[in-house]
Structure formats: structure tokens, C-alpha cells
RNA sequence: GCCCGAGUGGCGUAACUGGCAAACGCGGUGGUCUCAAAAUCCAUUGCCUCACGGCGUGCGGGUUCGAAUCCCGCCUCGGGCACCA
């Protein structure tokens, strides 16, 4: 390379290397990121006192054995430079990263390489942990963390029975300790659903009424079964193909035994407290889709086999209802089922069989046949049979028809439907097909040519609701229901219970073990952790990923002298079933926030004192947290969810003083890379790939076609961190990631443009450091007025745009400013200090180790970690004369200079006298003067 | 289909609430230095035109003294949701 002939003291990678390490280990011996708390172990009172706080925080990678590409740190250097700088800003930041190690992807990987997870695991940390240190990272690492620790799964499990141990007051809107439910059962405060009275239950009915409040409860429920991994799975870890999240295998409808997570108590809380967040829109947007809250009504329809609960968000429509339909799987399906089809049915609402039972049968089948994606996306068409049996319309005592069809689903609300074709698209579709009546209860307009008009509109055919608007059609009916006993105002969500087990190896046990009755107990905080057991054969059985019957097999069903085990729970020793399931991915990472700030705690999860230093509210009303989370969109409705609930429960039962996790959330953009599809659209590796002079891109001579993706393994397209270290060095990596474009947008990488960012850094070295002999170029001479402004005005801007997360523009006025000086040191040869210090300064968020460097060189002996960040002196922001363009008609015409503080008056005359020439013809009609911006002539 | 977000030089992008479009970087061109090359430094670089000048922020309209920015209608790309009653 051509560096073998470089000035000694020029900066290039090697000296970059140099730097680089030798001040990462000063860091270390030094303890210079350590933040301290108010209490506890981690305490430091003294470096506390008189400084405002920062809690910064990255969502947490799993450690991936595949190594860093330089698409993965962009997100940690941000927040290292906004943590750096605020530090500079006399702040006392946290800031740290852990691993999140459960869950399958570190299992799979083990997998892959046959290692045991453990070992796979713990490997992968060290690895990642070095890549992340060689980039120079301000991380506290006292306080990193992985989730599969026991010091820390522990109070995952303490969490898990703190939830179990609850129960959700719908009057005080709160989580509750179960025992307070207890004691107002035995009290008689509050009453059984049955009307019987609390001591007249056996203590196995006790329980299971109790049980059936708990926020952490097992029930049959129709989940999602992965027999590709093995697993059931949470709806949120399900694409909307019907596919696993993770590892794009089938997924099948199925009921089964789970632990499920009230999550949908919260539904209400979760969307409501948005509002308090400074979340992006966007992901907020999300999150109240994916909870999906509708209003409406529950109305009942009379039928033979009794009344049919429907959830409607229109009750306003309940005159138009002229036939129901209920989902294949809806419990009353065979009660409604007539014997014999009633005389006149329509061949076609038969399906062509003899009997309304081997219709409904057949339908059945075949509905089960099709996998949720084909009910969802694929057959759209409408299709049903009638079950022989008319219900009701409770408004109108009209008999109408009752179907079973597969696009009403017995997920969602009721999964039955009362269908009203004039205002419904499906029903009018579904009507049409099976020529039902259609009876529009909204007037359309009049150019109306649709068919059901789901728009606002004057009531019509509908009794004493004809005239009224749709809303106060709604209120009207919703009060009739309610009077006459029909019905009633109801609200119904999207979001379903969070399925929490997975029966894999790798993952939190939970603290709960089934006595002879099999109802779940969980064990005291004495016991805990429950240990995950070594497992030699750790794999999940092979099962085929197409095959929706298979039964789940529990791996750690396989450790005998595991499953089993003798405990005093209080009735002295005795023999108990351990569960055998183990949490799911998302269980580690919906508090670890929270163990940064106490990590070595052995008696809480986290010392109160501490949690309220550093997440408690800032002001009345405030909800605490997280003062900066930066992290993917990626999880905007799984992790961003999951761990605002369990933070809302820690909440209410007093364990922490914040009531959201995270206050403000900052999505960073990906780092995009060019990818190239052969024509069988598979992925080429990228390295091979050739542009040809035509600009198209072929791969050993054949065609491929270029698209940008986000990089990674996948697309075969990643550029691993090593290779820029050694041609350029770490700081020129960290700034180019930044200067690249916005934080949040994402931006393809191009190794080329690199060297723009390393160009700066060298001829800012070479203005400070002469390149032959070592020597410093910084004298103590005054700068001169220009430089000084100018030097002011960078500051000011930096300062702003590194507050704002700008860092592109903010390497873009740090240059522009070098560039200067570069022509001032070429001039005088030398450089003055009171320039010198504040650009190294305002450089060392985005490049510490030069900045470090240059710092010590300048002749300080400390870390410019804590000094001061530099202040732009506001006098030095205006100048005396400014220039002001001058427009004709909107077009520039000439320049004048005038004083900063002239007035409008002054200001015209010098415009005009500098367009005259222009003007010979035209008459001026008006003259607009901007301050400080332009002055504009009207003619 | 519905709901978001985004379209600016050859490329990545900048322009605070409407006020000189293109800061900063890459790339290109010419020069400096050198036996030569690299590195460095200097100049130049939106498009059309010899020039005067004109045209330029996805397209078409509008508001305004003035629009990349605001409004209306389209187009393209990216993301989310998708028979949710």
C-alpha cells in the first residue's frame, strides 16, 4: 500500500489502530464510563450530586455467532455519540448493552453447530463483546447482562410468579396481589358468579375460581402450532402469511393446553398511555392496530337452540340484519343444526346434501382443510352453507336464515355475526351469492352506484331510528337493547391473551410445579432460580413442518430426575410435577432495562431508590422510563408491546415507580446493501457480482438483477467491520456510519465514499500535528475575527444538531470548519489553540480515540470525557454586515451588504440602487424586506 | 383494498417556522508536486447555450411578492394491516 512511504506522524489506519487500542484500555483501567447510582453497591453520592441524568439504552442484540457486520452498530454508535456528548454537557449518563440469550435463535444456532447452547452461547457474548469494544463503544460494563444467566433468569421467574400472584381489578384498572382477590372471596366482599358462597367450595374449586383471575393462566385455546419448530407460537411471532416469524415454516390453528398472559386487561392502558410517549408516530399507529380496540354492541339474537351472541360495531344496522352467520368452529353450530332443511331451501344454501347435518359436516371439513393463510388470503370468495334454522332479528321479530361460513372467524369477536348486506360488503357479496334479501338501512346519496354503503347517512327501514345520523342511530338502539333486554354497549379487541410457553430447551423454566390435583403452584422466592437443567440432546424433535396434526414433545420432559421433584411447599415434604414448558424469546427482554440499573442485586430485581433515580417521573403526570431507546421498527408490536405490559404490571403492584418502560423511542434506519437475485431468484453472493459496461450486473457471466435490502446473512451481501478497521480504523467507521445520512433513514453502504470521512479526519490531524517530525502545529496566538465567528457558529450548530440527533449535519459543519482551517494553517503554518481545543472537543463524541489523542497531545493529561462541552458565545453569532440577496419578481437579481441591525427603509434604498439597472421600464409596485433573509422587489 | 412514510445533481444527501436550491462527502475534469506513480494541495463540476440568458426539487394544477417546503388531483417506491363484523 501506499502508506509505506507516509510521514511518520501521518494519521493513518496503523496509527488509527495504535490510538485506538491504547486508549480503549486506558477506558477500561480507568473506569471512565462507570455512571453511578444513588444506592446500593454501584453508589457514588458525590459524583452524582448537581448533575442531571441520562438512561440510554439500545435494544440489546442476541448473540449471533455469525459476528457484526457494519449494519449492526449504527444504532449503538448514535447513542454512543448522544451519550458522549451529553456527558460533555455535564450530564451522568447510563449506558450499557447486555445479550439477549434465550429463545431460538441462539438455540438454532447451537443447533446448526452442534454445540450445546450454554457453551454456544457464552462463546458468541465474548466474541460479540470484543467486536463491540474494538469500535470504542462508552459502555458501562459492570452493568451488562444476559438473559440467560441465572442471576438474572431469576427474576425473569420472580416476574413471571409476580404476574401469577395477580389478578386485574377492572374497577381500580389495576393489577392486584391474588391474595387480596382471596381475602374478598372469603369476606364475602365480593361474590361468585354462581351465586354460591365462597366457604361452601372444596379448596380445588377454590382454586380454580382464583385461578381463573390470575393474570398468568393455563387454557385450552386455539394457538398457533409451528410443527416445523417444534413450538407453539405467539399471534405476534405470526406473519400475515401465515408463517413462522422465525424461519418462515407453516403455521396451523390448533387448540391446546398453554399458558396464556392477560395481556388484553391492559388493552385499554396500553393504548391510552401512547399518548404520554414520544414514540414515532408511526410505531404508536401500529401498536393501536395491533390492539385493535373496536366499540359497538353485543346483541342477542333468539334461536331454537337459545340466544346467539353477536359483536357489532354498527348496531345502528340491526334493521338490516336479514340472515347470521356464525364461524365452522362456533360452539352452537350443532345445537342449530335442523334434522331436515325446511320446505323451499334453495339448492344452493344446501351445498347439495341431503341433510342440513351432513352439509354443515362437509363444510366443516372442508374448512379445516384450508390453513388459516388460505381462510385469509388466498379464497376470499364467500362461501357457506345454511344450518336449516332460522334466529330471530330481535328488532324487527323477523325470522332470518342462520348460516355457517368460514369468513367469520371464532377468533374475533363473538364468531358469529348478524349480517346486514346494505351496509356490509362481505354480507352484500355473501347475500348475492345465496340470494338472501338486502334491505339498506342508511340512505346512500343519490349517485350512489355501489352496493353496500358503509358511509354516514340519514337511518332508513329501521323503526324509531329512521332519520337519525349513524352515531346517534348507534346511541338510540344501544339504549334500546339495554332497556328491553336484548343487548348491550360493548367493546371488543384484536389483541388476543399472549400465548407465553414454547416447548423448547433453551428458555426461562417457570417457577411453577403441579401438585396431585395438577393445578399449578408457584414456588416462593426462596426457591428460585428454577435452574435450567443440562441437557445433552437439547434438539427439539425433527417434525414435519407440514404436518398441522403432530403433538409438540417437550424437551425437557427428557431429564427425569428433573421433571420430578420432593418439596416443602407447607405441607411438609411432598412429590411435585415441575412444568416442563419454557418461556417464550420475548420473557428476558421485557425488563432488562431495569436490571442494568442494579445488576448484582441478589435481594430485588432492582433497588427502588435506584429505579426512581433513573426512570422515575420527571414531572407530574410524567410517565418515566427510558430516556432515549433507540432500535428497529422491527419490534414495534412484539418486544415494544410485551414489555410495556409487564412493566405496567410491576407498575401497579408498587415494584417500580415509572408506569411506561421507555418515554421516548427512536427508530434508527438499516444500513441497506446492494443484492443480487439470479434469474431463479435466489440470492448470488454479492462479491461476486460485476457490473458490466452496459451498467447491467451479471454473476459468472449470467444476468442478475440488483435490489437494496437490509444487510445481513440472508442476502448475502454483508460487509464485516475488520475489513474497514484495517484500511481505515475504527473512527473513520464510526463517522462515515454517521455522516451517511439521517439516523432514521436508511441508507445503502458504499465502501467507496469511506474514504471521504478519512480524508477529514487525516488533514484535521495534519492541521494539528505536523506529519515529518510529531510536533504540535497549535500556538497560543489570538484567531483572528473571521475564524472566531466562524469557530462560534460551529459550535452553536453542532451543539443543536447533536441535541437533535443530527448527526450527519453536524460532521458537516465540523468539516466545513476543518476546511477552513486548513487554508488558515497553509497560510500561517500554525494553528490557534482557542480554535484547536473546541474542534477536537465538539469531534469527540463521533471520534473519541483521535479526539483523545489530540487532546493529550494538546497537553491535557485527563480524559476529555468530562470536560466541558464547548459554548458558542451568542455575541459572536451576528455579524456586523450582513449580505442580503435582492430579488425581482422572486428571481435573484444582485447582492447588497448592509448592517445587521439597518432598517427596512435603509435596507430598500440600497436594493433598489442595486436592481436600477433592471428597472428602466418597470415600475416598482412594492418592496418586501425580510430581516436577515432577503428583500424582495415587486414589479 | 385500507392506513402511514418517502420521491432533490452521476451517487449518498443539505436547506431551522414558505425566503439565494444543492452545504458536506463520493465520483468526474483540469492543474500543482514528481523521473514516474500514489498521497497532498489548488481550481472546476445541476442541465441547456459560444455567450446574453433560460430551465431546474416525481407529474399536472392552485395559493403567494416568493413554494423542495402549503393546498387539490395523479404517478412511483418503501413499510404496516388485511374477510376484525
Given at each position: 500500500m501506499a502508506e509505506q512511504h507516509a510521514p511518520e506522524f501521518r494519521y493513518t489506519a496503523a496509527l488509527a489502530a495504535e490510538i485506538e487500542a491504547r486508549w480503549q484500555d486506558r477506558w477500561d483501567a480507568e473506569h471512565t464510563f462507570e455512571a453511578p447510582n444513588p444506592?446500593?453497591?454501584?453508589?457514588?453520592v458525590e459524583r452524582l450530586a448537581g448533575r442531571p441524568k441520562l438512561f440510554l439504552l439500545d435494544m440489546f442484540p442476541?448473540?449471533?455467532?455469525a459476528g457484526l457486520h457494519v449494519g449492526h452498530p449504527l444504532g449503538y454508535i448514535g447513542t454512543d455519540v448522544f451519550g458522549r456528548f451529553r456527558r460533555m454537557k455535564g450530564y451522568n449518563v447510563l449506558h450499557s448493552i447486555g445479550y439477549d440469550a434465550f429463545g431460538l435463535p441462539a438455540e438454532q444456532y447451537a443447533i446448526e453447530t452442534g454445540t450445546h447452547p450454554r457453551v454456544r452461547t457464552e462463546q458468541n457474548i465474548a466474541t460479540m463483546r470484543g467486536q463491540l469494544r474494538r469500535l470504542g463503544?462508552?459502555?458501562?460494563?459492570?452493568?451488562s447482562i444476559s438473559t440467560a444467566d441465572e442471576s438474572y433468569y431469576k427474576w425473569t421467574q420472580w416476574i413471571f410468579s409476580q404476574i401469577f400472584n395477580s389478578w386485574y381489578d377492572s374497577e381500580q384498572q389495576r393489577a392486584r396481589p391474588i391474595a387480596e382477590l382471596i381475602e374478598a372471596f372469603r369476606s364475602g366482599n365480593c361474590s361468585l358468579a354462581d351465586g354460591?358462597?365462597?366457604?361452601?367450595?372444596?379448596r380445588v374449586e377454590q382454586r380454580e375460581v382464583v385461578d381463573a383471575h390470575r393474570l398468568a393462566y393455563i387454557a385450552e385455546a386455539p394457538v398457533n402450532w409451528c410443527p416445523g419448530l417444534g413450538t407453539v407460537l405467539a399471534n405476534e411471532e405470526v406473519?400475515?402469511?401465515?408463517?413462522?416469524?422465525?424461519?418462515?415454516y407453516p403455521v396451523f390453528r390448533r387448540s391446546m393446553r398453554q399458558w396464556m398472559l392477560r395481556i388484553t386487561a391492559y388493552a385499554d392502558r396500553l393504548i391510552d398511555d401512547l399518548d404520554t410517549l414520544d414514540w414515532p408516530d408511526s410505531i404508536k399507529m401500529m401498536q393501536r392496530n395491533w390492539i385493535g380496540r373496536s366499540e359497538g354492541a353485543q346483541i342477542e339474537f333468539p334461536s331454537p337452540a337459545g340466544p346467539i351472541a353477536v359483536f357489532t360495531t354498527?348496531?345502528?344496522?340491526l334493521f338490516g340484519a336479514t340472515f347470521m352467520v356464525l364461524a365452522p368452529?362456533?360452539?352452537?353450530v350443532d345445537a342449530l343444526t335442523a334434522d331436515e332443511w325446511p320446505d323451499d331451501t334453495f339448492p344452493l344454501r344446501t351445498g347439495g346434501h341431503a341433510t342440513p347435518a351432513a352439509a354443515v359436516s362437509a363444510y366443516r371439513t372442508q374448512a379445516n382443510a384450508k390453513t388459516e393463510i388460505a381462510r385469509q388470503v388466498?379464497?376470499?370468495?364467500k362461501t357457506g352453507v345454511f344450518v336449516g334454522t332460522f334466529a330471530s332479528n330481535?328488532?324487527?321479530?323477523t325470522p332470518i336464515p342462520v348460516f355457517v361460513a368460514d369468513?367469520?372467524?371464532?377468533?374475533?369477536?363473538?364468531?358469529?355475526i348478524m349480517a346486514v348486506p346494505g351496509q356490509d360488503e362481505r354480507d352484500w357479496e355473501f347475500a348475492e351469492r345465496y340470494d338472501l334479501p338486502i334491505v339498506r338501512t342508511v340512505q346512500p346519496p343519490d349517485d350512489w352506484d355501489g352496493k353496500a354503503f358503509i358511509g354516514e347517512g340519514t337511518a332508513i327501514?329501521?323503526?324509531?331510528?329512521?332519520?337519525?345520523?349513524v352515531d346517534d342511530a348507534k346511541d338510540r338502539i344501544i339504549e334500546w337493547l339495554e332497556t328491553n333486554g336484548h343487548g348491550h354497549g360493548a367493546i371488543r379487541y384484536r389483541l388476543r391473551d399472549w400465548l407465553f410457553s414454547r416447548q423448547r430447551y433453551w428458555g426461562e423454566p417457570f417457577p411453577i410445579v403441579y401438585d396431585e390435583t395438577g393445578m399449578p403452584i408457584a414456588l416462593p422466592d426462596?426457591?428460585?432460580?428454577v435452574t435450567l437443567p443440562d441437557l445433552d440432546?437439547?434438539?427439539?424433535?425433527?417434525?414435519?413442518?407440514?404436518?398441522?396434526?403432530s403433538e409438540p414433545e417437550l424437551p425437557?420432559?427428557?431429564?427425569d430426575w428433573w421433571t420430578s421433584v420432593e418439596l416443602d411447599?407447607?405441607?411438609g415434604p411432598k412429590r411435585y410435577q415441575r412444568e416442563l414448558n419454557v418461556m417464550p424469546q420475548w420473557a428476558g427482554s421485557c425488563w432488562y432495562e431495569l436490571r442494568?440499573?442494579?445488576?448484582?442485586?441478589?435481594?430485588?430485581?432492582?433497588?427502588p431508590a435506584v429505579e426512581r433515580y433513573w426512570?422515575?417521573?420527571?414531572?407530574?403526570?410524567d410517565s418515566g422510563g427510558v430516556d432515549l431507546y433507540v432500535g428497529g421498527?422491527?419490534?414495534?408490536?412484539?418486544h415494544l408491546l410485551y414489555s410495556r405490559f409487564w412493566h405496567k404490571v410491576l407498575f401497579d403492584l408498587g415494584h417500580?415507580?415509572?408506569?411506561?418502560?421507555?418515554?421516548r423511542l427512536f427508530n434508527q434506519g438499516y444500513i441497506l446493501e446492494a443484492a443480487f437475485k439470479d434469474e431463479r431468484e435466489v440470492y448470488v453472493d454479492a462479491a461476486s457480482v460485476r457490473q458490466e459496461p452496459d451498467g447491467t450486473f451479471t454473476a459468472y457471466g449470467l444476468p442478475v438483477t440488483r435490489e437494496f435490502g437490509k444487510m445481513g446473512k440472508s442476502l448475502k451481501n454483508a460487509v464485516a467491520p475488520d475489513e474497514i478497521y484495517a484500511e481505515y480504523g475504527a473512527d473513520t467507521l464510526r463517522l462515515y456510519e454517521m455522516a451517511m445520512?439521517?439516523?432514521d433513514v436508511s441508507r445503502p453502504w458504499s465502501t467507496r465514499d469511506i474514504v471521504g470521512m478519512y480524508r477529514f479526519l487525516q488533514r484535521l490531524w495534519r492541521n494539528l500535528v505536523?506529519?515529518?517530525?510529531?510536533?504540535?502545529?497549535?500556538?497560543?496566538t489570538p484567531t483572528d475575527p473571521e475564524t472566531h465567528r466562524h469557530l462560534h457558529r460551529t459550535i452553536a450548530g453542532v451543539t443543536a444538531d447533536y441535541e437533535a440527533l443530527h448527526f450527519n449535519t453536524a460532521i458537516a459543519k465540523i468539516i466545513e470548519l476543518n476546511n477552513h482551517l486548513t487554508k488558515l494553517a497553509a497560510a500561517d503554518g500554525v494553528l490557534p489553540r482557542e480554535v484547536a481545543e473546541p474542534l477536537v472537543l465538539m469531534l469527540a463524541p463521533l471520534t473519541p480515540h483521535v479526539a483523545e489523542e489530540l487532546w493529550a497531545r494538546l497537553?491535557?493529561?485527563?480524559?476529555?470525557?468530562y470536560e466541558r462541552f464547548p459554548e458558542a458565545d451568542p455575541a459572536l453569532l451576528v455579524d456586523a454586515e450582513i449580505e442580503l440577496p435582492v430579488q425581482l419578481s422572486g428571481k435573484v437579481r444582485a447582492h447588497i451588504r448592509v448592517?445587521?441591525?439597518?432598517?427596512d427603509a435603509t435596507i430598500e434604498k440600497a436594493a433598489l440602487a442595486a436592481v436600477a439597472s433592471h428597472l428602466t421600464t418597470a415600475t416598482v409596485k412594492r418592496v418586501i424586506v425580510v430581516p436577515n433573509r432577503l428583500v424582495n422587489v415587486v414589479v
Open positions: 444506592a446500593g453497591p454501584l453508589a457514588d442476541y448473540p449471533s455467532g463503544l462508552a459502555h458501562d460494563q459492570r452493568r354460591r358462597t365462597w366457604s361452601a367450595l372444596s406473519t400475515s402469511e401465515g408463517r413462522s416469524d422465525r424461519g418462515n354498527r348496531p345502528d344496522t368452529e362456533h360452539p352452537l388466498d379464497d376470499r370468495d330481535p328488532a324487527t321479530a369468513y367469520v372467524l371464532m377468533g374475533y369477536g363473538t364468531g358469529a327501514n329501521s323503526g324509531f331510528l329512521d332519520g337519525l345520523g426462596s426457591m428460585l432460580p440432546d437439547f434438539r427439539p424433535r425433527t417434525l414435519d413442518p407440514n404436518d398441522g396434526d425437557l420432559g427428557r431429564v411447599l407447607g405441607e442494568y440499573l442494579d445488576p448484582t442485586n441478589e435481594n430485588r430485581f432492582v433497588d426512570m422515575g417521573p420527571q414531572r407530574p403526570g421498527v422491527e419490534h414495534a408490536v412484539l417500580v415507580s415509572s408506569s411506561e418502560p421507555y418515554h445520512g439521517p439516523f505536523d506529519e515529518e517530525t510529531g510536533a504540535l502545529r497549535v500556538v497560543d497537553g491535557h493529561p485527563s480524559t476529555l470525557t448592517a445587521a441591525d439597518a432598517d
